[in-house]
């Protein structure tokens, strides 16, 4: 579907223009915001662009390499347009949130379907995998060079867990063709940003995984990373994002949980699901929230009661 504006459209008469995202920045998000950066810089020298990310996580280092981005809320800055792509509400803005807040006009592009079109002009496509999606249907094609192409590639593959979640539509595809056909060495950026880990974060996938357990009446798996095993690798709690994804890999199991915890002591639980447990509803229970199959909640103590308390709400839900 090509769109009846183009994103070069919506900048009118703006001379200064900011781009933001959400919060933990990720793939889609950074790609949206450092591609849009990229292709507004190439193709208009006269506008001032101000990228905002409030940071760029190691696996997704290579993005930033030629984008001078600002960490900062922006609040001493008055822009003719704010854009903010891939943030599903105002409040989930992360760096540049007074920068857009302050901005004479807005513009909202994004793939979230909760999104309440907060800017004065949105852009929202549902069923696209990614806001990079969006942003490249937006874009001119001739207009894309390699640096930008390879930003939103980064996001499109990210947000589509490189093109496997049902999400992924011939659209998702195509936009990927037409940038892989700008010269996007795609190979290399999976390998860096999806399947190399540091060592220590291996190591410590390995320690969780083998003293996980797995309950095959109820096919459920979990596994715990208490505060002294971060220690022992040198990790913090930001840093274990994919061991969820690998415990869910687990053929014997539909659900995962993983629990690690806190400096403070506390502990958060992350669960996935690739069967039909609704595992938001098993995250309601403990006070948290989340969708059909990733969710996650929070808690004080004893993960092996937490985690005989979840068994027994999936076998509730598994018998309804
Ligand atoms: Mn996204």
């Not at 995202?21 to 507004?40: A, E, I, Q």
Request: glycine share 6%.
């Amino acid at each position: 579907m090509i769109p009846m504006k183009r994103l070069d459209d919506y900048l009118e008469n703006a001379k200064t223009v900011a781009i933001v995202g959400h919060v933990n920045p990720d793939g889609d998000c950074l790609g949206s915001v450092f591609g849009t950066y990229r292709y507004l810089v190439e193709n208009h020298p006269d506008l001032c662009v101000t990228p905002y990310a409030s940071f760029v996580p190691e696996y997704l280092k290579f993005l930033a390499k030629d984008v001078p981005f600002d960490d900062t809320d922006g609040e001493d800055r008055t822009y003719d347009l704010a854009i903010s792509v891939d943030a599903s509400a105002k409040e989930r803005i992360g760096a540049g949130k007074a920068a857009f807040e302050n901005a004479r006009r807005t513009l909202v592009i994004d793939h979230h379907e909760t999104n309440p079109l907060f800017g004065d002009e949105n852009y929202v496509v549902p069923k696209a995998a990614s806001a990079s999606e969006v942003l490249a249907s937006l874009m001119d094609p001739d207009k894309i060079s390699l640096s930008a192409a390879e930003k939103l590639y980064t996001g499109i593959m990210q947000d589509s867990g490189v093109f496997r979640y049902s999400s992924t539509s011939k659209e998702t595809l195509l936009a990927a063709a037409m940038l892989i056909d700008k010269g996007v060495n795609f190979s290399k950026i999976i390998e860096e940003s999806v399947i190399n880990q540091p060592y220590r974060e291996m190591k410590l996938m390995g320690e969780v995984l083998m003293n996980s357990v797995l309950c095959p009446e109820t096919k459920f798996v979990y596994g715990t990373a208490p505060i002294s095993l971060q220690k022992k690798y040198g990790l913090s709690s930001s840093e274990l994002a994919n061991v969820v994804v690998e415990l869910n890999a687990v053929k014997e199991a539909d659900v995962a949980l993983f629990m690690y915890q806190y400096e403070d002591g506390t502990w958060k639980a992350s669960l996935r699901a690739k069967c039909d447990v609704n595992v938001a509803l098993i995250a309601k229970e403990f006070g948290g929230g989340g969708h059909l199959r990733a969710s996650g909640f929070s808690f004080e103590r004893d993960p092996e009661a937490v985690a005989g308390k979840v068994r027994d709400l999936i076998r509730t839900l598994k018998n309804k």
